[in-house]
């Protein structure tokens, strides 16, 4: 049995086999009862993931390492995006200055609005700064948490959470409030649930997606340029460490 482990452990098939086959189950349960918002893929498979990891004590350092031809794919599908952006061109021209504005608002306020909860709990200041970027795509997000000093693990984590409850959420919201424009719709879920999110806009129409799309990109640009420089003057003025 120590040797079974040992060889779980330590084998890269094991872990893209994990990851792969947990992801596609969790997805055909979706689709069979019908899109249900408390099934979303990326959520129930953690939960399969976690648990199967925790119960083959396979180290997550391990199980990310072996999964790295995935994370690679991550570019590709984003840039792959820019084709039901170029679809949706003239909607998007007409909508471009709320989108504009719509992204430096919304992205200002997921950054000061997380921040503001996490401080009001008495957060670290190591957990603060690892909030900040949580409402962008995971590449920019790492990036950004890793210059601004933060501890990029931890942003990933706040990332795929933020992501998965914007998914989750986002329909039921809509018919909450009434909106039924799938352009308005798009730019909602790109700015608080980037990639997750997306996918989840890319499932209620081609435009939604387009616009989730664009969304989740200039938001990601917005939060890069500014979210560092922000946090220099910060820190220059002593007001954080």
Same mark, same amino acid.
């Given at each position: %049995?120590?040797?079974?482990?040992?060889?779980?452990?330590?084998?890269?098939? =094991?872990?893209?086999?994990?990851?792969?086959?947990?992801?596609?189950?969790?997805?055909?349960?979706?689709?069979?009862?019908?899109?249900?918002?408390?099934?979303?893929? =990326? %959520?129930?498979?953690? =939960?399969?993931?976690?648990?199967?990891?925790?119960?083959?004590?396979?180290?997550?350092?391990?199980?990310?390492?072996?999964?790295?031809?995935?994370?690679?794919?991550?570019?590709?599908?984003?840039?792959?995006?820019?084709?039901?952006?170029?679809?949706?061109?003239?909607?998007?021209?007409?909508?471009?200055?709320?989108?504009?504005?719509?992204?430096?608002?919304?992205?200002?306020?997921?950054?000061? &609005?997380?921040?503001?909860?996490?401080?009001?709990?008495?957060?670290?200041?190591?957990?603060?700064?690892?909030?900040?970027?949580?409402?962008?795509?995971?590449?920019?997000?790492?990036?950004?948490?890793?210059?601004?000093?933060?501890?990029?693990?931890?942003?990933?984590?706040?990332?795929?959470?933020?992501?998965?409850?914007?998914?989750?959420?986002?329909?039921?919201?809509?018919?909450?409030?009434?909106?039924?424009?799938?352009?308005?719709?798009? %730019?909602?879920?790109?700015?608080?649930?980037?990639? =997750?999110?997306?996918?989840?806009?890319?499932?209620?129409?081609?435009?939604?997606? &387009?616009?989730?799309?664009?969304?989740?990109?200039?938001?990601?640009?917005?939060? &890069?340029?500014?979210?560092?420089?922000?946090?220099?003057?910060?820190?220059?003025?002593?007001?954080?460490?």
């Amino acid at each position: %049995m120590a040797d079974l482990y040992t060889w779980l452990q330590n084998n890269a098939a =094991v872990s893209l086999f994990i990851t792969l086959i947990f992801y596609y189950l969790c997805l055909a349960l979706y689709r069979r009862f019908n899109h249900t918002a408390l099934l979303q893929p =990326v %959520m129930t498979s953690i =939960v399969a993931i976690i648990t199967t990891l925790t119960l083959l004590e396979i180290p997550y350092e391990t199980y990310f390492k072996y999964n790295y031809p995935i994370h690679l794919l991550l570019g590709p599908a984003t840039v792959a995006l820019a084709i039901p952006l170029f679809k949706n061109r003239e909607r998007i021209k007409q909508l471009a200055v709320p989108l504009f504005l719509a992204v430096i608002i919304g992205g200002s306020v997921a950054v000061f &609005a997380s921040v503001l909860i996490a401080w009001s709990f008495d957060a670290s200041h190591d957990v603060l700064l690892s909030l900040t970027p949580k409402s962008v795509t995971t590449p920019i997000a790492l990036s950004v948490s890793e210059s601004i000093g933060a501890i990029p693990s931890l942003t990933a984590a706040f990332v795929l959470i933020t992501g998965v409850i914007g998914a989750v959420i986002a329909e039921p919201l809509f018919k909450l409030i009434g909106e039924h424009d799938d352009g308005i719709k798009g %730019m909602s879920i790109g700015i608080a649930a980037h990639g =997750v999110g997306t996918a989840k806009a890319l499932e209620i129409s081609p435009q939604c997606g &387009a616009f989730s799309a664009l969304s989740m990109g200039l938001t990601g640009a917005y939060t &890069a340029l500014v979210l560092p420089y922000a946090v220099d003057i910060l820190r220059s003025q002593g007001l954080i460490p």
